[in-house]
Structure formats: C-alpha cells, structure tokens
C-alpha cells in the first residue's frame, strides 16, 4: 500500500484521502518514542496530570492565536452566541495552578492548538510535552533538557540499528530488536524513502550523542558568532544599518519602529539557520522585551534579559523553557502589554483576567519549565523532513 503525502491546503478530497500520511512502521515507532518520554521524566519524579485542552483561561501572547469554541447551556440556541471556551495553546496556566496547589514536579504530554500555524513543520493542532519543576531555575531545566532529548535519539538509533542496513543487522547480532523495525518497506518506492531517513537519523543521532555535550549560547553571543555583532542595546536605527549592511530587506508589514519584531526577523535571517549543525544548541538571555511568563535579570550589571531558552537541532527550534515568573503584579502589567499590540495588530482581544493570576496572588512557588513540540522531536529522531511524515492525519486529513 502506498500512503498518501503531502499538505493539501485547499481541502479537496481524493481517492487516498483517507489514507495517514505517516506510514505504519513511523507511527509504531512514534508510539515507542512516546513510551521512552514517559520513562524519562517517571524516573526523574516527575508525575503526569492532565489539565483542560477547553478553558475559559488562555495565555495571552500577541503572537500567539487560539481556536475558540462555543459553549451552549441548550443545543437548541445553536443560532445564539455562546460563552467563549479556547483551546489551548499551552497547558502553561492550569498547570501552574496545580503547582500552587502544592505540586513539585510535574509533566503533561498531549495536544495543543495554535490557529493560523500551519507547513512543513507547523499543524494547528499538535503534541506538546511541558513540564515545571518547584526549585530548578532555567539552566537546571536545559540540563534536563538534554538528557530527555539524548534517550530519544538513542531510542530512535535503535530502531535504525534493526533495520536492514543497521548494527544489529550485522551475521554477528544475536539478540533481539528492543525497538520495533522502522524500515518495514511495503514497495520499493518506501524504501528509498526509508533509506534516506536511516541517513539522517544516524548523523542527528551522532551530533545529539556528541561527548562535548550541547552547546550553549546567550542570545547576544549568538549574533556575534554568527552575524558579527550584538544585538541587546541596538536601537531602530543600529539594526536598520545591521540589515541594509547584510544585503536584507525588511518583509513588508514590519513596522519601523517594532524592535522586537526587527529582532526575531534578524534572528531569523542570521543566527537560527546555523544554530544545532554540529550539535544541539541551546539559546538563552533574550531580550526583557521578549520575556512572555520569564523572570528577568541583568547579569554581571550587564543589559536585562529574559530567562528563557530555546534548544535548536539542524535549524529547527524544539522548545521554550523559562525560570518563571511569579509576580502576579508583572504579569498583569505584560497581559496589558501584550494585549496592546494584539488590539494593534487587529487581532481578537483576550480575557485579561483568569484563574492563573489569582493562583500567583496566593503565592506560585519559584520554579522552571519548558514546553517542547514533541512531533518536532520525533521527526528530527526519525530523521524525517516533514511533520506529516509523524503525524497520521494532519491538519488536511484531519
């Protein structure tokens, strides 16, 4: 059998429309991957909840658009409008209410929805795992960071290891498998496909398995090594000259005198495309503008940044872990804010208020988290080059 591929946008339905566009050896392997992210943070104590996917509450990001769905009392009133419900684009609130309530350490592996996402490595609806620990700060969570990643890409390695051109493979191998086959080809047409991911998969694994550990890099150093400057007390003008110098043209729509926006853009262009080549990288000390739920400091009197971090492999960003904040005050001041440039942009407005906020007023105890896009992970893992080569039925199939 031969499984359909590739994003249909327009929604037109064909005669393999019903057909995944993982193949079946993928999604087996998927679920293993799943069991091996469960085992990583079981063992490190950890324990799984499971929060509301439909809520009243939502984090309030600018760039960030939820689904929102109506609640009925009566199905009969489906013609009148309903009470907003959102489905959430992280578990980030109710999971920090359970931490008020006294949780140390806790992890959730489920979907989330983030509307308008959608290509090559984006569904609106996807699988995050995120998770917050009472004590750590920022640098302990990219520690666990890389140990969650590393057991995946050893797991995968080893489906790798029992496929035709793998160790186990070799007349000397006498034991079983652990893991399930990946190159199950059904024709010759999957395995070429199957080929090319054995390649990848075992020069990721190599660079995530490198002894020297991943590497780690503040924002500001980022641009240095690979753009030649720093970027944290640039004003307009200074990154105006730092892109006309580079040859780039602002995309239509970025507004003058939007630094942040400048600064992703930059970011996008210059430092993310080489950040994980030799190995994972993890970026850190962002802006304080860019700070969301992170606490923010100023290091050796240094400019203020934001403790946060992202980890990046082959280009691709994983996740966003943060020492969260835990001044209710703060975060009332960045909803407003955040809010603002939401109104701004033309966007739908969003609740200001929510269960989150009166949580931290009762006192939300100093810790860290990170969310990390678990379909990202395995296909990286896999060695894949497109979510629907993971995901059973994308959002066109969906």
Known sequence: MKY??????????????????????????????LKVIRRVFDDAGYFEVETPILSADIVVDAWLEPFVADFLPS??????????????????????RLLAAG????????????????????????????WYRVGDDHLAQMQFTETLVRAVFAAADEFGASS????????????????????????????????E???RRANLAHRVAS????????????????????VLTCDMPQLAAIAE??????????????????LNWLLAE????????????????????QAALARTTSPDGGPAVAERFELYIDGVELCNGYHELTDPSILRQRIVEQSALRSAAGLRPLPAESRLLHAMESGLPASSGNALGVDRLIMLALGATELSDVIAFPFDRA
């Open 4 to 33: 359909g591929k590739g994003p249909n946008f327009n929604m037109t339905v064909s005669r393999d429309d019903f057909l995944p566009t993982a193949n079946l050896a993928a999604l087996r392997c998927r679920a293993e991957l």
């Open 75 to 96: 199905p009969h009133q489906w013609f009148q409008p309903g009470q907003p419900r959102y489905l959430q684009t992280s578990p980030e609130f109710a999971m920090k």
């Open 103 to 130: 949780a140390t350490a806790i992890y959730q592996l489920g979907k989330v929805f983030r509307n308008g996402e959608i290509g090559q490595r984006h569904n609106p609806e996807f699988t995050m795992v995120e």
């Open 164 to 195: 035709p051109r793998g160790r186990n493979n070799s007349a000397k191998s006498t034991s079983a498998p652990r893991f399930p086959r990946l190159y199950q080809a059904t024709d010759q047409m999957e395995l070429v496909v199957s080929h």
């Open 197 to 199: 991911w054995d390649s």
């Open 211 to 230: 002894p020297d550990g991943f590497e780690r890099l503040t924002y500001d150093d980022a641009f240095e090594k690979h753009a030649a400057c720093r």
């Open 245 to 262: 110098a580079r040859g780039l043209v602002p995309p239509p729509g970025l507004a003058s005198d939007d630094r942040d926006g400048w």
């Open 270 to 289: 210059l430092v993310e495309p080489n950040l994980g080549r030799d190995r994972p990288t993890f970026l850190y000390n962002y802006p304080a503008s």
